[in-house]
């Protein structure tokens, strides 16, 4: 980290900082310029810089510190410049292939979930999704049919040779999740949630990472990062829009999140234009865009009859719809060096 000292700083407090960050452990590098004093830190890993930080912007002689390392460091490219591939019990997230995981938005029938699934699964989709337990604005929505949902898409899913994803989202069920699942969804709402981050960064089975509708960019990979510290090295990020002013799409979604993630962390990265659009008209044209600038794969609401749909029927896609879309995403996907 860099300390700037304030332009008055005395001799005895640049001093007195020095000390400090001496004694924390790292190395002190001062410019002792003849308005302010900067001085640089280096050193110390592991240790809470956070908390370093603070406390030395808490002097009032401390004009500014800035922290030049990021605060994730397992998340970070740096720790696998080569990129990370998710291995989902033989079906690869990340690297050439677009992995393309495709179901409803809930669980409601066995009927309803395997027709959504087969048509899925002949256009293409590897990776069944579907909700079981589902977090709601409202405490007056459906939230899922929990355990009865889990293996519906556990038994659609082996006769298809499918994978499954799915969300968890809490702590006490993540070993349920694994049982059932394929892949631990961490939903929008719960990216902070510290104690599920926990929980699956424990488990050996790959999570998807949602992006808080709130969260900075740093502060997802930070999320990743518990996951990671845990000991559980299959994380995969999944943007799927953040709050904005904008009103005429349920969420903004961010795009750019792709070229960024690639440049700040291994971790493979797809995006959701369901949640990301809540618009049917829209989810087609985003998944292109979100192939073309590099995604790893996509998330994508299919229904069988999106007008039935317990939940965001607005924002599905029918099964021809989706037929059609991946056979629309393959010339881009070659165009861009990828296969689907
Ligand atoms: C979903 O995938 O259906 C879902 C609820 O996602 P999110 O957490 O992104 O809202
Ligand atoms: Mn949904």
Known sequence: MIIVMAAKATPEQIADVERRITEWGYGVHPIYGTERTVIGAVGVPEADKAAYRESLEALPYVEQVIAIIRPYKFASREFHPEGTVVDVKGVPVGG??????AGPCTVETYEQTWESAQACREAGATILRGGAFKPSTSPYSFHGHGVEGLKILREIADKLGMRVVTEIMDPRNVELGCRYA??????????????LLREVGLARTPVLLKRGMWAKIEEWLQ?????LLGG??????????????ETY?????????????????HLPIIIDPSQGTGKRSMVAAMCKAAVAVGADGLLVEVHPHPDQAVKDGPQSLTCPDFTQLVSELKPIAEAVGRTI
């Open 232 to 245: 559980n090295p299959d994380v995969i990020l999944c943007e799927r829009g953040i709050r904005t002013f």
């Open 96 to 101: 050439k292939q677009i992995a393309l995981m």
């Open 223 to 227: 999320a990743a990062e518990y996951i």
């Open 182 to 195: 394929d892949i631990l969804q961490i939903g929008t709402r719960n990216m902070q949630n510290y104690d």
């Open 249 to 265: 799409t349920r969420n903004t979604l961010d795009l750019s999140a792709v070229p960024a993630v690639k440049e700040l962390s």
